[in-house]
């Protein structure tokens, strides 16, 4: 079975600021991705990043980056320079890389809400 | 562009009503799921396919159930709907062998 686990229920940041939101998890698969999705107030899941766990570099989209420590089973998610438009709730989520059934189901954890202050 | 569509987006309906909720997918992918989002839960999966004729039960499936008779559709049925089914609904498809789950705009099921 797999566990997601977000600590922070609601995070605040200025604007241009850099924020860190924390995702630890729990497997016992050896092969996993894990996911961040962001949920504005509009109400749909938009994909942000990605990390595999066999991925020895951390995973960066634009101002998106994934700090990937294995050893720890943290998989944060890292917004520099934070823009208004940030604010939303953001999901950490993982699966586990294996063909058959079940393989392809994600795993959320409840999930963070920030906020970005002007 | 392709894309993934629920309808309707909002319903209200009543304790004991049947009830269906489309997803429809015009990526081509194999895979799709449904998702239940409440607060204080996140995302939770109801049911997903990884292909036509092919149903699979997710971590709260009871109350609900699926059929998968072409690639583009995946509905969700409430058999009989309850007050602890009302929830947002989402459904989200994804390539078979690719990692990202793409999501749909979500429904708002209310049940009265």
Request: hydrophobic share 30%; net charge negative; proline share 3%.
């Amino acid at each position: 079975a797999q566990k997601i686990t977000q600590t922070q229920p609601g995070m605040f940041v200025q604007e241009k600021e850099a924020v860190t939101l924390d995702c630890t998890y729990d497997t016992s698969d050896q092969s996993y991705g894990l996911f961040w999705y962001k949920q504005p107030s509009s109400g749909e899941m938009i994909f942000l990043i990605y990390q595999g766990s066999y991925d020895e570099q951390n995973a960066t989209e634009g101002r998106y980056s994934l700090n990937f420590q294995k050893a720890r089973k943290s998989a944060n998610l890292v917004i520099s320079a934070s823009q208004l438009g940030d604010s939303a709730m953001y999901f950490c989520a993982m699966r586990a890389l294996y063909s058959g059934a079940g393989s392809y189901q994600l795993t959320f954890g409840k999930g963070t809400k920030l906020s970005v202050i002007p | 562009d392709a894309e993934i569509t629920q309808s309707p987006r909002h319903k209200i309906t009543e304790t004991g009503r049947q009830v269906t909720l489309a997803c429809h997918q015009t990526w081509n992918h194999n895979n799709m799921f449904w998702y239940r989002q409440d607060l204080g839960h996140g995302l939770r999966l109801i049911h997903y396919s990884y292909g036509v004729q092919d149903t699979n039960k997710g971590e709260v499936s009871d109350g609900y159930s699926v059929s998968r008779s072409n690639t583009e559709d995946l509905p969700l049925t409430l058999e009989s709907a309850a007050s602890s089914q009302t929830s947002v609904y989402f459904c989200a498809s994804s390539e078979q062998g690719a990692d990202t789950q793409y999501f749909g705009p979500g429904t708002r099921l209310t049940v009265l």
